[in-house]
């Protein structure tokens, strides 16, 4: 049989099924729990969630949510990345690259760290109280206010990425000929830029929705009485309403769906000219006092965004229990850093979450890499199926997925591919592998679709065997992209807490939940220092796959 | 319809000059080609005209207008890009219509001028249709549309064929001819291919590292070309060395590669030179004065080119029907009396081939 054969009848096929099992099963059994008790078909779970109004009042603030932080986070990157691209002023470069930043900080690590600046024992409350004397917090950082702004101000990142990536790539000629047409600074941007950043917006719009409705972190630490969809399913489940909480969790998925399904609409497809792909040249602003004073305002918020980053480093190098009333810490140590690296008991965390998750993003890797040779005719039905497997995970958030495969891996039914996996070391890292499905199966699978298959014949043609060229010619030419997208899957895991909270075991307590855990204890030095090391490694994650691009 | 007058223009990317001192004036109406080898100058000199390179030193003047200090949306240059530009998010119409915005016609009168350029263009009709969907050789078109519907001043071409196939090509060449000619508007056209120039164009400018070489009708520029570059680069040339051994009227007779050839030349121009012939300067002949063997024919239709090797080892291209001769003949030359140009050697680095 020729390979192109075997992917088609063997592979494909089996692809599709571990796809199946791992992706659809779970989230399927969730829904058949939803509406099955006691080996009956009852809708006694939908009816409750239906009549009770808090329930209501979660998904309502769940959408609220979802809808304020698009729109912040997206005018905040949209306006950041236009801004960094298209303008010229002093210290460009360094602002672009600072205003990334947020994309290495673990979810958990944010939170403590605006927990740490604006909280009610946070640099900026104490400040206020060392001025006016009050002996109180002048607020309370909570609610839905607290989380629409720590979500603004992380999850900006998203679109800021995108429609810079979509700018690198957007033919200057187009802004040209809008100018010679007549158009100023203002009719090029709103006829010709915005329109053509479209799909980067609706992307950026999208993966915030997403990340906002699965957001927990924020929600669970700063909600305070603000419920949300998330912090309600594992209340619930924690309550032993599992029924109910089965409902939530698709009450949740289709939350994500219509988010899904909108943005497909709004986004529409990517529309290209025929341009060179060069980046439109920075344009210089003509006069220096208007130079100065963008430079001075993007500097401005560029520091406000990253203060949290700040405050967690300073906050790691405060001696425990020195800082009670000043505003800013007294008292400075090393040893917060020290008992990390002495005490095995606090060190094993991060082994763990290494593991964990280097285990799951190689593996992601394998399998987003067979699925996209397998998927590379985007014409076959098959091709569309391994496709739309990969991108599930990403309509579904992390603590439906870890309430799905916590029920699914607690009965032992081999023939429905069902294996006690709760309270193993599996879990986890299962768990981990599909989150990050779609965030490595999308770019992966783009790139080997945008291989050129002349490439492969020409191999065939000089003698190499379909092994041979995938080695030689096919995975080199991934490997960029391979690189960027495992390290990205691995950074997801090693910060994850959402399902980790749901899921971890003894012997697979990640380092997010020792981060919690230290927070709960009063040792907000250790909670910083934990944060400051587990993004670092995030950093360190991202620019070693950078550099194997570079080497590429 | 404007002239266009440049004066001294200067740029540098960096530590290199781009454009230098470069001086051109373009009559009301008519069509000057910027003609050149990749990285000329004549794309940069172009985005000059148009606004979207400050300039470092000189003015542009369009009208007697000085817009030097002016940006790209007051010029009013229409400008066909190589890659068309065409906004892919815009209907034809709305490609078209995009210039006309500021002029705020009513709904009635813009539909009319869209229409009516894209009438001029051939493309009546098309106004809903997608840009994408359209054929290169109409998206060129509709590119053309859409610079000429504000009327601008300048018409700014930058090598608006080099995206078609050769046949394609050909026939875009000519509705470009014509409508350039029908509407009559000032054009400047970037290209770095001479048929192109030679077929478009009332004046080449031909640029060479920057400067201009030489300016005027094709006809001088292949008959009396200026430099042994602009020789060498319009038109085909073989190059020799040889010895000046007499003025005969206009012509200087040159002795090289076993000949002497009769060819245009300074009056102070003496001792050695570089001689540049072209195909036609030679043809064969049974009685003729240089002796020579066929390395090569290359057919080319109505015409062949052949290589000759001459006595001493030098090497000229002969155009002749294609059965004037085979490969490894050994033939007779005669020059023609036309077509080959002789410069002092003294000076001239490299040579033109």
New interface residues.
């Given amino acids: 049989m020729k390979s192109d054969a075997v992917l088609r009848r063997i592979v494909a096929p089996l692809l599709l099924l571990v796809l199946a099992w791992l992706v659809v099963e779970p989230v399927a059994l969730v829904a058949l729990d939803a509406v099955r008790s006691g080996g009956e078909w009852t809708l006694a779970a939908v009816r409750a969630f239906v009549a009770e109004p808090n329930e209501w009042r979660a998904a309502l603030n769940s959408l609220w949510l979802a809808l304020a932080s698009v729109v912040l986070a997206g005018v905040l990157g949209v306006s950041l990345g236009l801004l960094t691209r298209l303008t010229d002023f002093p210290g460009r470069r360094i602002v672009s690259a600072l205003l990334a930043l947020p994309a290495v900080l673990p979810p958990l690590v944010g939170v403590v760290a605006f927990l740490f600046l604006y909280g009610e024992s946070g640099i900026f409350a104490r400040a206020v109280m060392a001025s006016t004397g009050a002996d109180t917090p002048p607020w309370r950082f909570e609610g839905a206010g607290a989380v629409v702004l720590i979500h603004a101000t992380t999850m900006y990142v998203y679109s800021y990425l995108l429609v810079r990536g979509a700018l690198a790539t957007f033919d200057p000629a187009l802004l040209e000929a809008a100018t010679a047409l007549g158009a100023g600074r203002w009719r090029a941007l709103r006829t010709v830029i915005l329109p053509l950043l479209r799909p980067a917006i609706g992307n950026g719009a999208l993966l915030t929705a997403l990340s906002s409705l699965a957001s927990f972190s924020a929600p669970y630490v700063f909600g305070g009485g603000f419920r949300v969809l998330p912090t309600e399913i594992v209340s619930t489940r924690l309550n032993g309403d599992i029924s109910i909480a089965m409902v939530e969790t698709l009450a949740l998925v289709a939350l994500s769906l219509v988010a899904l399904l909108l943005a497909s609409r709004l986004g529409g497809a990517a529309t290209r000219g025929a341009g060179k792909g060069l980046a439109p040249a920075p344009r210089r602003t003509r006069s220096r006092r208007s130079r100065v004073a963008i430079g001075a305002a993007m500097w401005g918020v560029t520091l406000w965004l990253l203060l949290p980053h700040v405050t967690l480093l300073v906050v790691s190098f405060v001696r425990q229990g020195a800082w009670t009333t000043t505003a800013l810490p007294t008292a400075w140590t090393a040893g917060n850093y020290l008992t990390l690296i002495t005490d095995p008991v606090r060190w094993r965390p991060f082994g763990t979450s290494l593991w964990m998750a280097s285990t799951a993003a190689a593996a992601a890797g394998l399998l987003a890499l067979a699925v996209g040779v397998t998927a590379r005719d985007p014409g076959r039905p098959l091709s569309r199926w391994l496709e739309g497997g990969l991108a599930l995970p990403w309509a579904v958030p992390g603590t439906v997925y870890a309430i799905a495969l916590a029920t699914m891996f607690s009965v032992l039914q081999p023939a429905a591919g069902r294996f006690v996996l709760i309270g193993t070391l599996w879990l986890l890292p299962l768990a981990y592998l599909i989150r990050s499905l779609p965030v490595i199966g999308r770019p992966v699978v783009a790139a080997i679709r945008g291989l050129d298959p002349a490439l492969d014949e020409a191999a065939a043609s000089l003698g190499a065997g379909p092994w041979r060229a995938f080695g030689t010619v096919t995975l080199p030419l991934l490997a960029p992209v391979l690189a960027g997208a495992v390290a990205l899957a691995f950074v997801m895991g090693l910060g994850d807490f959402m399902t980790s909270i749901i899921l971890y075991t003894y012997d697979t307590r990640p380092v997010s939940l020792e981060i919690l855990g230290a927070i709960r204890q009063g040792e907000l030095g250790v909670a910083a220092a934990y944060g400051v090391v587990l993004t670092v490694l995030s950093t360190g994650a991202f620019l070693a796959a950078e550099r194997s691009r570079r080497f590429a | 319809m404007s002239t266009v007058r440049l004066a001294g223009l200067a740029k540098r990317f960096d530590t290199t000059a781009v454009v230098s001192d470069v001086s051109l004036e373009i009559a009301e109406g008519e069509l000057v080609a910027l003609l050149g080898p990749s990285g000329s100058g004549k794309t940069t000199l172009l985005r000059l005209i148009?606004?979207?390179e400050p300039v470092d030193s000189g003015r542009v003047l369009l009208d007697g207008d000085d817009v030097t200090n002016r940006?790209?949306?007051e010029?009013?240059?229409?400008?066909v890009?190589?890659?068309?530009?065409?906004?892919?998010?815009l209907s034809v119409g709305e490609n078209v219509g995009?210039?006309l915005?500021?002029e705020r016609l009513p709904r009635p009168a813009l539909d009319a001028r869209v229409a009516e350029v894209l009438a001029m263009v051939d493309l009546k009709g098309f106004e809903s249709r997608a840009v994408?969907a359209l054929s290169g050789g109409q998206?060129q078109r509709v590119a053309l549309a859409?610079?000429l519907a504000?009327r601008p001043r300048v018409l700014l071409l930058d090598e608006p064929l080099s995206?078609l196939d050769p046949s394609l090509r050909e026939r875009t060449r000519g509705e470009l001819r014509d409508l350039v000619r029908r509407t009559g508007i000032t054009t400047v056209l970037v290209t770095h291919e001479q048929e192109e120039a030679f077929d478009l164009a009332d004046r080449i400018a031909l640029l060479h590292r920057g400067r201009l070489e030489q300016v005027g009708a094709p006809e001088l520029l292949y008959d009396e070309p200026a430099t042994p570059f602009v020789a060498g680069f319009v038109g085909r040339t073989s190059s020799l060395r040889g010895r000046v051994v007499a003025r005969d009227g206009d012509l200087t007779r040159v002795q090289a590669g076993g000949g002497v050839w009769p060819a245009r030349a300074a009056l102070d121009v003496t001792g050695d030179v570089l001689l540049l012939i072209r195909p036609e300067a030679t043809r064969f002949a049974t009685d003729g004065s240089i002796a020579g063997t066929v390395l090569r024919r290359r057919f080319a239709g109505a015409t062949a080119f052949f290589s000759v090797r001459l006595a001493g080892g030098a090497e000229i291209e002969v155009a002749a029907a294609p059965a004037a001769a085979r490969e490894g003949d050994a033939v007779r030359l005669e020059p023609t009396g036309v077509g080959a140009h002789a410069w002092a050697a003294d000076g001239i680095a490299g040579g033109a081939s």
């Fill in positions: 148009a606004g979207f940006p790209a949306l010029r009013r240059c229409g400008m890009f190589q890659h068309y530009a065409l906004f892919p998010h995009y210039g915005a500021n994408t998206q859409r610079a504000p995206n």
